[in-house]
């Protein structure tokens, strides 16, 4: 993005122009941008040569998905739902792994009928379960077990998995215990061991220490793993200064710790790929003067984009069009939902704004649609994709019809 005679122009193309012709707000995407994230991922591990599995969690849109699997992505999924998302959008079930520590009988059946590539287990009651479905379908089924390596990702709480304290995997000791116990089931194949630490890394350190781990249980396990699955988390530049993780560190400290180890890589990155592709347009309602600070209600609200809410994520707003000279107040940025939470940012210098101006929060590509609502009963918003010169509707905006 960038301003053309005080514009913002995304792809060559107005943003007032996609707010007037649409109607806001508008989730819209740069196809420019996930490709050139893709090549720019793919290059980093040439070395490696890893099996990429985008995380479907991070964004589930159909037609985003069609388009990364033309670049020979896989898919990771973590429920029934985006496995047949994953499927229906034409991903190799041969490429596909299913995560997450609470798959019902009904998912581990659909996966185990579909023939995906492995199925994640994160504690025995999972295996014990996957064994019981596979002996009554009496199908050998291929799985992976999650270490928890008891690696601090150095990420804000809410998205670090890898700690002893939170849900996902079991620590060494078990693990080594669960291998013995798949090495004697008629049918299960041990071929993964799996590992995330959590999500938005900005450094390889914690990723060497995660690394570090592994490579300790590979050894000790004394057992050849087809597959190591390194998760995901890989961080981007939400402020815009230069904060993001180098990737090629990260492909080093790899080819340097597992160098002994011969197993396949694989990789599920969502935010690294599709976070900073997209912005959500939305238009100034009210400026409402308050005591310290100026409230700017949008119509955009929490249940658009959960974020901020969720986590307290940070994301740079932007005007549409510059104006000379700025607010004399704080500007809040929030939504019309009655809950104080609803609240995208608070900006102390911003281009003075008036009533019916749009403005542009940046980078929600990851986790924006994907953890959006119908909270209040409001309809979801459109979703379109800049793809050269042509606009497509890659999500219709949903009518209040749909909710009643």
């Known amino acids: 993005m960038k301003y053309k005679n005080n514009k913002l122009i995304i792809d060559r193309i107005n943003v007032d122009f996609l707010a007037k012709k649409f109607s806001t707000p508008i989730y819209c995407y740069s196809f420019n941008k996930i490709k050139k994230n893709i090549l720019h991922f793919k290059k980093s591990f040439q070395k490696i040569n890893p099996l990429i599995c985008f995380s479907v969690k991070s964004n589930s849109n159909l037609q985003i998905l069609r388009e990364i699997k033309k670049f020979d992505f896989g898919a990771d999924v973590v429920s029934g739902g985006e496995l047949m998302k994953a499927i229906k959008a ?5 490429k596909i792994v299913f995560s997450g520590v609470g798959k019902t009988s009904s998912e581990i059946e659909y996966a185990i009928n579909k023939k995906i590539l492995l199925i994640n287990a994160e504690s025995k009651n999972e295996i014990l379960e996957i064994e019981k479905i596979a002996n009554l379908k009496n199908k050998n089924v291929n799985i992976g077990i999650r270490l928890n390596p008891n690696t601090d990702a150095k990420t804000i709480s809410q998205i670090s998995t890898g700690k002893k304290e939170n849900k996902f995997g079991v620590d060494e000791k078990k693990f080594l215990k669960l291998i013995d116990y798949i090495k004697k089931s008629r049918y299960l194949d041990l071929r993964c061991l799996s590992v995330h630490i959590g999500s938005q890394i900005l450094s390889h350190k914690p990723y060497e220490k995660m690394l570090k781990a592994v490579n300790r249980v590979i050894e000790k396990s004394n057992h050849n793993f087809e597959y190591v699955d390194l998760g995901g988390g890989m961080g981007i530049d939400y402020m815009h200064n230069n904060k993001k993780l180098n990737l090629k560190k990260y492909a080093l400290s790899i080819i340097n710790i597992l160098k002994r180890n011969n197993s396949k890589i694989i990789f599920e990155p969502g935010r690294s ?22 409230f700017v209600i949008l119509d955009a609200a929490m249940n658009d984009f959960m974020r901020p809410a969720l986590y307290n994520a940070k994301h740079k707003i932007i005007p549409s069009k510059k104006r000379s000279g700025f607010s004399k107040k704080t500007y809040e940025f929030v939504g019309p939902i009655c809950e104080s939470t609803d609240k995208f940012a608070t900006i102390k210098k911003f281009k003075k704004l008036i009533e019916k101006d749009f403005i542009v929060i940046c ?35 949903q009518k209040l019809s749909e909710l009643m």
């Open 90 to 94: 034409g991903i190799n079930p041969k």
């Open 273 to 294: 790929i599709i976070g900073d592709t997209a912005i959500l347009i939305t238009q100034v309602i009210y400026v409402k003067e308050g005591h310290k600070k100026d």
């Open 363 to 397: 980078d929600v590509g990851a986790y924006g649609t994907s953890l959006s609502s119908n909270y209040n009963v409001r309809p979801k918003p459109l979703e379109i994709m800049i793809k050269g010169s042509k606009i497509q509707i890659i999500n219709k905006k």
